[in-house]
């Protein structure tokens, strides 16, 4: 059954073909095209689900989707509330110090909503073992809903205003060294098995 994947889909913490750590806001930007394709996943997933049921194809893709959101979304994150969003705190106007603040309550919310996101995800992955896919609730369905939903606008307040303006605090030799931390704390993430 064609569809519900998306073909070529950069692993968790991998860069996307030709950008690389040292283009520390390029990268943040394609984890974002990342998130939102993995988004599109979870779409083609409930669509899946509602047409045709549960089979091998929708558990991948629920797999695929909570690998990506257990693995890289929390390094985007640590990214951002390491390199970005201080540099804003200390140096920004009142505006970006606002967007930030925004910014960084909608990273706890993601954190909070995550793992009920993840216990229907794992539902849709645990039931092609144990043949046992009930459906989700209305409950679950508006709680997916509120997942994808949080971060539309999250990623085009980041895009349009936050990481320009962070980007043009910064030198050539900080935005190098923002690229060093980044690849190192997905080195080392590697190594513990995260």
Known sequence: ???????????????????????????LTACHERVHRMLRL???LREHLATRGHDEQAAQAARDV????DQAAPLHHEDEELHVFPLLLQRGDEALRQAVRRLQADHVAMGEIWPQ??????????????????GWTPGDEQLLDRFA???????????SLVYPAAQGLLDAQALSA???EMQHR???????GR
């Open 149 to 159: 939903g949080q971060y539309d606008e999250h990623i085009r307040l980041e895009e």
């Open 117 to 134: 996101a993840r216990r229907c995800l794992l539902a849709v992955a645990d039931a092609a073992a144990t043949s046992s896919w009930a």
């Open 66 to 69: 909570m690998r990506y959101f």
């Open 1 to 27: 059954m064609a569809g519900i994947h998306l073909h070529q889909i950069t692993q968790p913490g991998q860069h996307a073909a030709g950008v690389g750590f040292e283009q520390p806001f390029e990268m």
């Open 186 to 192: 997905r080195t080392d993430g590697r190594v513990r």
């Open 178 to 180: 923002i690229g060093e």
């Open 42 to 44: 979870l779409g083609k």
